[in-house]
């Protein structure tokens, strides 16, 4: 049988794709329980992400057109399917930016970002995916092993950058601190590229994980002054040259580790470059580029590490979740802009242009 919220209603509001620059605030129908697997939740805030853009842009090719955006959100869980026994009508409920089933061969090992039977919200092509959570509603498939219940501990807004921003940058500095034990970590240097959501997240991991010397590199002011208050050496590329910088704090060596959470050929041959031999370059932003910036014979003339790939945030979520509830700093410093979802159109032209120094959005439903 299924289970369901008294209150009903038909419709709602949702930021969907239509082509390239172009998103709009629509009234659609309300999702409804498809398997008995799944669950519908009533979204309380959702996020606007980096990884939003791309589709935004025309860069990732394919969106249907009407397709809901948006893959960050916590919510209300309002109805559930018949095999659901964890979860509860009622439940506060955050959710990684993709779906997993908990039992396949990924899962199992943790890597729940390429589960089996996984899907990404809000990519939908020539009609085969699911929405995503830029709106009221958002039917959640695998809910039992993709959702997790929110403690009271945790704001919305903090639970919502766990299930995207907050995992991925702990990830990428973890990645690229693993090989290094505690001693060593407070003596080395680590170079993180790009201040988003992502990479001012990675200061924060990076000096949870026992890091002392944080340097950062952008170009938006505003984002290094966060950087800066979060406890990192900022570096404006347009007035400095970051190698030269890090070689003269390093004995002429280079960074021992640079997070790359960019995305694009420039920013992953700056890490190559400000690499020393023998360091790591994790890196997690999305690239587009099908070949990369510097060769084979580099990495093996220099002796690199490069680890790379998407979070598996539900498998991180056993380790953020305990490093949010520390309170040690102030995630949702980040967060500068607080919307409606009928201000949809408004919040991707500011984001997209880094407009009134915009840093991160969240829509308040």
């Known amino acids: 049988m299924l289970l369901t919220n008294l209150f009903h209603t038909s ?10 620059y172009k998103v709009a605030v629509e009234t659609v129908d309300i999702p409804k329980i498809i398997e008995p697997t799944d669950a519908i939740v009533k979204v309380t805030v959702c996020g606007l992400c980096g990884s939003d853009l791309h589709a935004y842009r025309g860069d990732q090719s394919g969106v249907d057109k009407g397709t809901i955006m948006g893959h960050e959100f ?13 979860l509860s009508i009622g439940d506060r409920v955050l959710s990684p930016f993709s779906t997993s089933c908990g039992a396949c061969f990924y899962c199992e090992r943790g890597i729940t970002c390429r589960c089996e039977k996984g899907q990404l919200y809000g990519l939908i092509s020539d009609g085969q995916g699911i929405h995503g959570a830029q709106a009221e509603y958002i039917r959640v498939p695998l809910a039992s092993s993709t959702l997790v219940k929110v403690l009271p501990d945790l704001s919305d807004n903090v639970a919502l950058l766990l299930g995207d921003v907050l995992s991925t940058g702990y990830f990428c500095a973890e990645n690229g601190l693993e090989h290094l034990e505690v001693e060593l970590r407070q003596v080395s240097v680590v170079v993180i590229i790009g201040c988003g959501p992502v990479g001012l997240m990675a200061i924060l991991s990076s000096i949870f994980l026992g890091v002392k010397f944080v340097f950062v590199i952008d170009c938006v002011e505003e984002r290094l002054k966060i950087a800066q208050e979060y406890g990192a050496a900022t570096m404006n590329f347009v007035n400095c040259d970051p190698v030269e910088t890090i ?27 400000l690499l020393r031999p023998g360091g790591v370059i994790s890196s997690v932003g999305v690239h587009n580029s099908k070949t990369f910036p ?28 305990p490093f949010a509830l520390s309170k040690q700093f102030d995630f949702e410093k980040i967060i500068t802009h607080t919307l409606k ?12 242009k880094k407009l009134d120094g915009c840093i991160k959005v969240v829509f308040k439903i």
């Open 74 to 86: 916590v919510g209300i869980i309002h109805e559930i399917g018949d095999e659901i026994t964890n």
């Open 11 to 20: 419709k709602m509001q949702a930021i969907t794709y239509h082509e390239p």
């Open 294 to 321: 510097f060769g084979p014979n580099d990495g093996y003339n220099k002796n690199i590490t490069y680890k790379s790939g998407r979070c598996p945030v539900r498998k991180m979520l056993t380790k953020t979740i």
């Open 247 to 273: 070689k003269e704090v390093t004995s002429g060596r280079g960074a021992d580790v640079v997070l790359e959470v960019v995305g694009n050929p420039t920013a992953l041959q700056l890490a190559f470059n």
């Open 341 to 352: 979802l009928s201000d949809g159109e408004m919040a991707y032209n500011i984001f997209e």
